[in-house]
């Protein structure tokens, strides 16, 4: 029984498990970094916290952070924006943003992976490719879900859930990318991570 539990083990090291939460609690900080909008939306920090995670922890951790976060504010721990919690606000209207996040991380985690110990070029490609598609599939997840919960289509969903926000992500994507291979690179020529 504990070999089958062994194999099915992600293997994490305590040094993955530290990174891990060290994220988890980042992005539950940066989600408390949050501003209003009428349609109910809010510019949030956590856009620019959760492709940092899959960009300097890699694909893996990376998700698993995010999925951790997740998983406490499912719970109930006010780590939502504006310090919410509970099935209600990943249920609500603006919970498909919410569960698309491990989506996010993992493709930004991807492109790092992938374009780690390549040329510059390759990695101005790959990185901001992950974090624009990652940004895309968050749109469209928000975008299907607030639509299920208030019958709005795709059309004023779009107009009030994204358009607001184009501008100020492209901003967090830029400045993720840059920060996060910077940290990662960093962090592994110091064996850190």
Do not use: H, W
Request: with cysteine; charged share 10%.
């Amino acid at each position: 029984m504990a070999q089958k539990a062994k194999k099915l083990s992600l293997k994490l090291k305590i040094r993955d498990i530290c990174f891990i939460s060290v994220f988890t609690a980042v992005i539950a900080v940066s989600a408390q970094v949050s501003v209003p909008l009428p349609g109910g939306v809010p510019v949030t920090m956590q856009t620019f916290a959760v492709p940092l995670a899959g960009i300097i922890l890699g694909a893996k951790r990376g998700a698993l952070a995010v999925f951790i976060y997740i998983l406490l504010g499912a719970m109930g721990v006010p780590i939502f924006s504006m310090f919410r919690g509970g099935f209600g606000v990943i249920f609500g209207a603006t919970g498909g943003f919410i569960l698309a996040f491990p989506l996010v991380a993992l493709l930004a985690g991807i492109a790092a992976d992938i374009s780690a110990n390549k040329k510059r070029v390759i990695q101005s490609v790959l990185i901001p490719a992950g974090l624009v598609l990652g940004t895309v599939i968050n749109y469209t997840g928000g975008i299907l879900m607030f639509c299920a919960i208030t019958s709005m289509n795709i059309n004023e969903a779009f107009a009030l859930c994204v358009a607001p926000f184009i501008l100020p992500d492209i901003l967090k994507i830029i400045l993720a990318g840059g920060i996060g291979v910077s940290a990662r690179t960093i962090l592994v020529r110091n064996k850190i991570l």
